[in-house]
């Protein structure tokens, strides 16, 4: 019995050991910025001349890289850039034909389109507004124009000094936010001490939960459950309003929201 306990405890620290060396690594992240910066310098290309088609943080084989994409004039250059380091990993330029050249111009996802697109950088400026952050406080790690269901969106992601995530979604024409979600990937709730070891009512949680919500009520909340995760006590629930739903996780004791997601509904 005492073998298996150490067992345990050896396992949790070596859990907690690869949690800290996986946030000393993200802290490390150039960033998707930097990692532009150094793609730009190494093809002699001022970023006012480059369409960007892909800026996003990968990993393969245990490396972390940032891919780098950007068309300039019918070519097309592709880097590969170490996470932490910024050496490039691999680079490819090639000759892309019209028709790729045309879409690469017209999903322009850093400069301002001729048809007054939301360019990369202003959605990226409408996610920070939203989330109350600046841009010199987070690491993006995602800036992406994709379609979806032939609809096209730019894909937004980053996470701040502390390690909560961020995700967004914004519509290129209009820099309407379609959905975004909070995630706090940190989250480690303290111990409970035996004067603090009481539970929020769920009646709190959803108070909590519906002043995220501009005059949402109690009324709105359509899903609801009480959960636990690793012992620890948590609410779930969905809240609807007109258009959109959201949902959401609360801590069932310090009543901190763990997780937030929005998304429109579909009519």
Same mark, same amino acid.
Request: glycine share 8%; charged share 30%.
């Given at each position: ?33 930097? #990692? /532009?910066? !150094? =793609? &730009?310098?190494? %093809?002699?290309? *001022?970023?006012?001349?480059?369409? +960007?088609?892909?800026?996003? $943080? @990968? ?63 202003? #959605? /990226?400026? !409408? =996610? &920070?507004?939203? %989330?109350?952050? *600046?841009?010199?406080?987070?690491? +993006?790690?995602?800036?992406? $124009? @994709? ?63 519906? #002043? ?20 620890? $006590? @948590? ?33």
């Amino acid at each position: 019995m005492k073998y298996l306990g150490r067992l345990t405890v050896m396992a949790a620290a070596a859990w907690m050991m690869t949690g800290c060396v996986q946030q000393t690594k993200q802290a490390e992240y150039l960033g998707v910025d930097a #990692a /532009k910066a !150094i =793609a &730009l310098a190494a %093809a002699d290309i *001022t970023e006012s001349d480059a369409v +960007f088609t892909t800026a996003e $943080l @990968e990993e393969k084989n245990g490396l972390s890289y940032y891919e780098i994409d950007f068309t300039v004039g019918g070519q097309e250059y592709d880097y590969d850039i170490d996470a932490i380091s910024g050496k490039i990993i691999e680079n490819q330029t090639k000759a892309v034909d019209d028709t790729a050249a045309n879409e690469a111009t017209t999903a322009n996802t850093t400069n301002a389109a001729s048809d007054g697109q939301v360019t990369l950088e202003e #959605a /990226k400026e !409408i =996610a &920070l507004n939203h %989330a109350g952050l *600046t841009a010199d406080g987070v690491t +993006f790690i995602k800036g992406k $124009l @994709e379609r979806d269901d032939g609809r096209e969106k730019y894909d937004i992601e980053f996470y701040t000094s502390d390690f909560k995530e961020y995700d967004y979604e914004i519509d290129p024409q209009t820099g309407e936010i379609l959905s975004y979600d909070y995630d706090a990937e940190d989250y480690a709730p303290q111990k409970l001490s035996t004067g603090n070891s009481s539970a929020i009512t769920e009646a709190k949680a959803k108070e909590i939960a519906v #002043a995220q919500v501009s005059g949402a009520t109690v009324d709105d909340i359509r899903e609801w459950e009480a959960d636990y995760d690793d012992g620890r $006590l @948590e609410y779930e629930g969905k809240i609807y309003d007109a258009d959109t739903e959201y949902e959401f996780t609360i801590d069932g004791y310090s009543g901190s929201i763990i997780s937030w997601e929005t998304e429109p509904l579909r009519r």
